[in-house]
């Protein structure tokens, strides 16, 4: 499993316990199971494009995805796949790659079988996978390519491709009823009731539940919480969570939260993935950082050190709390990947960066280190707190400089290096 275990944290009671699901391995990555609910994200550059893809790739998993999926779309796309996995691998990033197949993924998967054997897992969406009478062959090709390489699938419903003939089938049923169902509440059973047919279909043909994962994405809130919780109740396999087709910018991102953050907070969901449209020349990693954000606000994981940061009001002086504010964020950006190596646990600290004297030392002393600047005809000078205990009292044009060194500081002596112990064991010894 490549969940660092430092970044667990207890579940909060206030939320209702984990649902209980299998748990399947994905590239070494633990799906369900109670394991840390998983971040993940998708591709949006052509597949084909090996290097193009590589490079997005390894930028959505430097942001924190743990699981990314490519479109194989085309014969050249699944050539590629192999190509994408060995550039990820060079580049030291061994985090598992998914495939994602409509229509033909039970050809592709049989006359590339490097591509099948470089995914960590088959996504498949039952609306896609053939009509009619192609439809169980080719799906049983596809559960016949995931047993022959021992790889998990995805059963992938999405509410913008429905598999049309069971969703007409359960509207005439529901038509012959003395009391029909309005047809919303049908068209969500249906999503429920084919994601739950082809799993089922799966484990006959050999699959294992625990190779299973579902998901049934609407785009939504209120049809994703009802045919999630519909799921949840209904089977046992872990689920993939994520609004589908959310949108763009804030819009997107409030829906994409407002719509996991219930559900995870009902203990449903084991993998999270935010389908944002990023504006034009916007970063891909946008969405895993939602994601993060999102698992991180809700204290069922963390990854990076949390920032407290008051909006600002009237009371702060001119724009410098914002801009300190700014490069506290951008600092422990550019600084996190080396001190998460260097300093395991690091992601656990708080600090805080507060405006003025109304919240600004309360808010510090909770933090483990927080700053208070003064507010527009306040003493001008900015306390700091260390675990609760005023440590400075910083003046002038360099306090980000100089808090930043205290907070540098702060994570040497908390969250030591293996070589900083050893030395400190030995100055004890001495
Ligand atoms: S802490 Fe002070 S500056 Fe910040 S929002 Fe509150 S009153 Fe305004």
Redesign the pocket.
């Known amino acids: 499993m490549t969940v660092n275990e430092n970044e667990l944290s207890p579940r909060p009671p206030e939320y209702a316990p984990r649902r209980k699901s299998a748990a399947a391995n994905v590239g070494g990555v633990i799906v369900g199971g109670g394991a840390p609910v998983v971040v993940q994200a998708m591709t949006d550059t052509d597949t084909a494009d090996d290097l193009a893809t590589a490079i997005q790739c390894a930028d959505l998993f430097r942001a924190g995805a743990e699981i990314v999926r490519v479109t194989v779309n085309t014969p050249r796309a699944a050539a590629a796949v192999s190509k994408v996995r060995a550039r990820l691998d060079d580049m030291g990033i061994g985090a598992p790659l998914v495939g994602d197949f409509h229509y033909n993924g039970h050809k592709l998967l049989a006359q590339y079988p490097e591509c099948a054997r470089a995914l960590a897992k088959y996504r498949i969406n039952p609306g896609n996978i053939g009509k009619g009478e192609k439809r169980d062959p080719q799906f049983r090709a596809i559960v016949g390519a995931a047993l022959e390489n021992e790889k998990p699938v995805r059963i992938g419903v999405n509410w913008g491709s429905a598999d049309r003939d069971l969703l007409s089938q359960m509207m005439d049923a529901n038509a012959r009823k003395k009391n029909p169902e309005d047809s919303q509440t049908v068209l969500r059973a249906a999503l429920v009731q084919s994601a739950l047919l082809s799993a089922r279909a799966a484990e006959e043909w050999g699959l294992a539940p625990e190779r299973i994962i579902v998901s049934c994405k609407t785009s939504r809130v209120p049809d994703l919480l009802a045919v999630y919780r519909k799921l949840a109740r209904e089977c046992s396999y872990p689920l993939h969570l994520g609004l589908t087709e959310a949108g763009m910018g804030l819009g997107g991102a409030a829906s994409s939260s407002a719509a996991m953050a219930i559900l995870l907070a009902e203990g449903i969901g084991d993998t999270v993935r935010a389908s944002l449209t990023p504006a034009p020349g916007a970063s891909r990693a946008d969405e895993v950082r939602l994601c993060c954000s999102l698992l991180q606000s809700l204290g069922l994981r963390a990854f990076s050190p949390q920032v407290t940061a008051?909006?600002?009001?009237g009371?702060?002086s001119g724009d410098f709390f914002r801009r300190l504010a700014e490069k506290i964020e951008s600092h422990i950006a550019r600084r996190l990947p080396e001190w998460k190596s260097e300093h395991p646990g690091v992601e656990n600290l708080n600090i805080a960066v507060?405006?003025?004297v109304?919240?600004?030392p309360g808010e510090s002393r909770r933090a483990d280190i927080g700053i208070s600047l003064p507010?527009g005809g306040e003493n001008p000078s900015a306390p700091v707190y260390v675990d609760g205990k005023k440590t400075a009292a910083l003046k002038g044009e360099n306090i980000p400089e100089e808090f930043i060194a205290i907070l540098e500081k702060y994570i040497r002596n908390r969250y030591p290096s293996a070589g900083e112990k050893q030395n400190a064991k030995a100055e004890k010894r001495n």
Do not use: E, I, L
Request: net charge positive; aromatic share 0%; proline share 8%.
């Open positions: 008051c909006p600002g009001c009371r702060t507060m405006g003025c109304v919240n600004g507010g």
